[in-house]
């Protein structure tokens, strides 16, 4: 909860000490002015076409559907807490990326686009679940095979450009799902 609290006043803040996660977060804020979601992809329908990310209850309480607000919780595995229990709200665009290495320790970004479906929580703890633009089993199949890291932002928006955009300036391979 102290996560989300922390989102939430505008100090991302990423779970289980990832540093590049927290980074990855940080410009998803700056350019959305709001708070990203973080998490791992847990479930793909490919008939939907979806991916539904998940996290164990660290989400900005700002995120949570209105129907339902955050709740608090207790973590699904330690069964300590307190965690936050939600589905996000919607968002006509969303943007999924990650700021991560490549094997050879080389800096590189994950960029993929969609739309953040309202649906409700689909796991305990927080969860958020996206339309890929791009086929979703594509972007899950590619992302294990390229070997990108488990956790994910979610920025509700579509900051596509900015981030291709930065890629450029800071010289980084930025690879579209």
């Known amino acids: 909860m102290v996560c989300a609290i922390l989102n939430d006043l505008g100090i991302p803040a990423a779970c289980e000490a990832?540093?590049?996660?927290a980074l990855t977060m940080?410009?998803?804020q700056f350019l959305t002015g709001k708070p990203a979601f973080f998490g791992d992809p847990v479930s793909m329908n490919e008939i939907d076409n979806t991916v539904t990310f998940w996290h164990c209850g660290t989400a900005a309480c700002s995120l949570a559907r209105e129907d339902t607000?955050?709740?608090a919780g207790k973590h699904c595995n330690r069964h300590i807490g307190p965690t936050l229990e939600f589905g996000c709200k919607p968002s006509p665009r969303a943007t999924i990326f990650r700021i991560g290495k490549d094997a050879s320790g080389k800096f590189r970004?994950?960029?993929?686009?969609g739309e953040a479906l309202d649906k409700p929580q689909q796991f305990y703890g927080t969860s958020i679940v996206i339309k890929t633009d791009a086929e979703a089993s594509d972007v899950v199949h590619r992302s294990v095979r390229d070997g990108w890291?488990?956790?994910?932002?979610v920025a509700m928006d579509d900051i596509k450009d900015e981030l291709l955009i930065l890629a450029d300036q800071l010289g980084l391979e930025a690879?579209?799902?």
């Open 18 to 21: 990832d540093t590049y996660g």
């Open 26 to 28: 940080f410009i998803c």
């Open 69 to 71: 607000g955050a709740l």
């Open 109 to 113: 970004m994950f960029i993929s686009t």
């Open 149 to 153: 890291e488990p956790h994910f932002a």
């Open 175 to 177: 690879i579209v799902y």
